[in-house]
């Protein structure tokens, strides 16, 4: 078994900020996953890297960097928070094989902007 | 393009019975991987079940089962003898095979069990 931990938990920031969300997982699976998820939406995806040092832009990449500088680590940054924003950033990881992509879910980064 | 659809938003059933979620699908690719999730009120999403396009008996897991209509690119999901802890969101998701896109998500069917 592995586990999924998202810090911080919960993240309150100002307008125009740059916030940084992280993401660590020790499946050892090569693909990880950033979405974003407003309250009864569904997942949108924001950024995705299938090794180490790679980076794919997902739907809703602009205001939004990420790096995946170790393999069990993935982490999103909100280059400028808007002013009333809320949502919740969810990572994800899944191996390539015989199990391809099933998705493992980390706990959720709650962040709201005043 | 990949898409997925969840025209469901919400369901309610009585506890015991059996309920149907629906999700269709579009691609141009000739395999791929379909699932399901399950998003509970605390907000944890965890793996259901999945389908591989080139396997034509549906899958089950538990009290899960599929119902995998390829012509129809279709794939619903069937929860037998539900519980009142079934109550949830439940997400659709398609990952094609022959590329290195992510899996795109339904918007979510919300599952109320009732006693």
């Known amino acids: 078994g592995g586990i999924i931990t998202q810090t911080p938990k919960f993240l309150i920031g100002q307008e125009g900020q740059k916030l940084t969300l992280k993401c660590q997982q020790n499946?050892?699976?090569?693909?990880m996953y950033w979405y974003r998820q407003d309250s009864g939406k569904g997942l949108r995806l924001i950024y995705y890297s299938i090794t180490e040092n790679d980076l794919q832009k997902g739907d809703l990449s602009e205001g939004y960097d990420a790096s995946r500088e170790k393999k069990s680590s993935f982490s999103l940054t909100v280059t400028s928070a808007q002013k009333n924003e809320m949502a919740v950033f969810l990572c994800a990881s899944s191996i390539s094989g015989q199990n391809q992509d099933t998705q493992y879910f980390g706990p959720g980064t709650r962040l709201l902007v005043l | 393009a990949q898409k997925v659809t969840q025209t469901q938003t919400s369901i309610s059933v009585m506890e015991k019975t059996t309920v149907t979620m629906d999700c269709v699908y579009e691609?141009?690719?000739?395999?791929?991987?379909l699932f399901w999730y399950k998003q509970t009120a605390s907000g944890e999403i965890v793996f259901l079940i999945r389908?591989?396009?080139?396997?034509?008996e549906n899958a089950t897991e538990g009290h899960y089962s599929l119902n995998f209509q390829k012509p129809k690119s279709s794939i619903g999901l069937i929860i037998t003898a539900t519980q009142i802890e079934d109550s949830a969101v439940y997400f659709c998701?398609?990952?094609?095979?022959?590329?290195?896109?992510?899996?795109?998500f339904g918007a979510g069917t919300k599952l109320s069990v009732k006693p």
């Open positions: 691609t141009r690719d000739s395999s791929y991987f």
């Open positions: 499946f050892n699976h090569d693909t």
């Open positions: 389908q591989d396009s080139y396997k034509k």
């Open positions: 998701a398609m990952r094609e095979r022959n590329n290195n896109n992510a899996p795109r």
